[in-house]
């Protein structure tokens, strides 16, 4: 039998705050908080704080440089997860009973379906450390893209090429997925805001240390 211990590692050295990168980025750790789809914080946010791997990190600098001149600016929602919050997930999910967040990111799908659509996967790229939700801010008015659906609504309302949502929203949408493509990242299906770095440096990598500036400075 293979032996995948050592693809898990707390190992942060390829790891960096992405504000040192990217000093003008906007950042609103929900999994820090309690708005998010449990309302709990999750298991290993211990700073409200975006990490990732010096790659994607570099590479998402080069986004944010050209939305900038179009007048944007990046919002980050959740960037490197550790495979803790994984497994929090997970456990919520077994846990019948607790649906109080249902209102706001689920309303139309059990939570166990969560998981067989693959909103929530057993594995998530965020923990590889190359993934990251966002979206932009328009600089002149200071709010959100109205992109048709808010961060993490588990709804095919949030699939990329959903159409009966605006022009507007759609082609908000667009603004950004077509500059995370220009610089490297990739989408997946169902989620407008979630983009993974191609070139990701650590594929077959799964990490557990929390998300701390203080630990990667240790």
């Given at each position: 039998m293979q032996n995948h211990k050592k693809?898990?590692?707390k190992d942060p050295s390829g790891f960096v705050l992405l504000a040192d990168y990217v000093p003008g980025i906007i950042q609103e750790i929900r999994y820090y908080s309690t708005y998010n789809f449990i309302g709990d914080r999750i298991d290993g946010y211990e700073e409200p704080c975006a990490l990732l791997t010096k790659e994607a990190a570099r590479a998402l600098k080069a986004v944010s440089n050209e939305m900038?001149?179009?007048?944007y600016r990046l919002k980050v929602f959740d960037a490197y997860r550790p495979v803790c919050a994984v497994k929090h997930f997970i456990l919520w999910g077994i846990e019948d009973q607790d649906i109080r967040m249902k209102p706001y990111f689920y309303p139309t799908l059990q939570k166990q379906e969560l998981f067989a659509k693959g909103y929530i996967a057993k594995q998530s790229?965020?923990?590889?450390g190359s993934t990251v939700?966002?979206?932009?801010?328009?600089?002149?008015?200071g709010k959100e893209?109205?992109?048709?659906?808010?961060?993490?609504?588990?709804s095919e309302v949030s699939h990329p090429d959903y159409q009966?949502?605006?022009?507007?929203?759609?082609?908000?949408?667009?603004?950004?997925r077509q500059a995370m493509l220009r610089s490297g990242f990739q989408p997946i299906d169902c989620e407008w805001w979630h983009f993974t770095l191609?070139?990701?440096?650590?594929?077959e990598t799964y990490f557990d240390f929390p998300v701390s500036s203080e630990?990667?400075?240790?």
């Open positions: 693809d898990l590692t900038m001149v179009q007048g790229s965020h923990s590889r939700d966002l979206t932009l801010l328009d600089m002149s008015t893209l109205d992109m048709g659906s808010p961060f993490d609504l588990f009966e949502i605006t022009e507007e929203q759609y082609a908000n949408r667009m603004v950004l191609e070139d990701e440096p650590y594929p630990y990667l400075r240790r």
